[in-house]
């Protein structure tokens, strides 16, 4: 007897899980679930050198690896600008999601690749087009120049 009782209570718990979860998914707003759309991406030097620029194979030339155009952004976590800039830099990651990708880069914690592209104030933004050179700007920007740049510079949108 005491078998069929666990083997009854097991059972029904199963399907209280199981249809828990289904109802959960299809009940909470009675859309499909969505992706959630990615924010900004911290860089290290590793990172960088694989999936934006190798600049230590290539010293000469600018050879961007990515498969989307960028925005890098070098930061500090002290700065007051880039704090300013970090909320919109976030919004327009999801904003843009798919279309390009929004890297940041703590000038602190990567001195090296910092000094490689001779940054000397912070905030410094590169945008960077596929196929072409970046373009550097330096401060801080409201969103509505950032937009302006993404769809001109990076998206070629007039």
Same mark, same amino acid.
């Given at each position: 007897?005491?078998?069929?009782?666990?083997? /009854?209570?097991?059972?029904?718990?199963?399907?209280?899980?199981?249809?828990?979860?289904?109802?959960?998914?299809?009940?909470?707003?009675?859309?499909? /679930? +969505?992706?959630?759309?990615?924010?900004?991406?911290?860089?290290?030097?590793?990172? =960088?050198?694989?999936?934006?620029?190798?600049?230590?194979?290539?010293?000469?030339? !600018?050879?961007?690896?990515?498969?989307? $155009?960028?925005?890098?952004?070098?930061?500090?976590? !002290?700065?007051?600008?880039?704090?300013?800039?970090?909320?919109?830099?976030?919004?327009?990651?999801?904003?843009?999601?798919?279309?390009?990708?929004?890297?940041?880069?703590?000038?602190?914690?990567? +001195?090296?690749?910092?000094?490689? =592209?001779?940054?000397?104030?912070? $905030?410094?933004?590169? =945008?960077?087009?596929?196929?072409?050179? $970046?373009?550097?700007?330096?401060?801080?920007? $409201?969103?509505?120049?950032?937009?302006?740049? /993404?769809?001109?510079?990076?998206?070629?949108?007039?």
């Amino acid at each position: 007897m005491k078998k069929l009782t666990g083997a /009854i209570l097991l059972l029904t718990i199963v399907a209280f899980t199981a249809c828990a979860s289904k109802t959960k998914e299809t009940e909470e707003n009675k859309q499909p /679930i +969505q992706e959630k759309k990615m924010g900004t991406i911290h860089l290290t030097k590793a990172e =960088f050198l694989s999936k934006v620029a190798n600049y230590a194979a290539n010293p000469t030339e !600018w050879k961007y690896l990515g498969d989307k $155009p960028c925005i890098i952004d070098f930061y500090a976590s !002290w700065c007051g600008p880039c704090k300013t800039i970090a909320p919109i830099l976030e919004e327009l990651a999801k904003e843009y999601d798919g279309q390009i990708y929004i890297y940041k880069i703590n000038t602190e914690e990567e +001195q090296e690749l910092a000094g490689a =592209f001779g940054i000397r104030s912070i $905030p410094t933004i590169l =945008f960077v087009p596929m196929g072409e050179n $970046p373009q550097m700007a330096q401060g801080a920007m $409201p969103k509505d120049a950032f937009k302006k740049a /993404i769809d001109e510079v990076l998206l070629k949108k007039k």
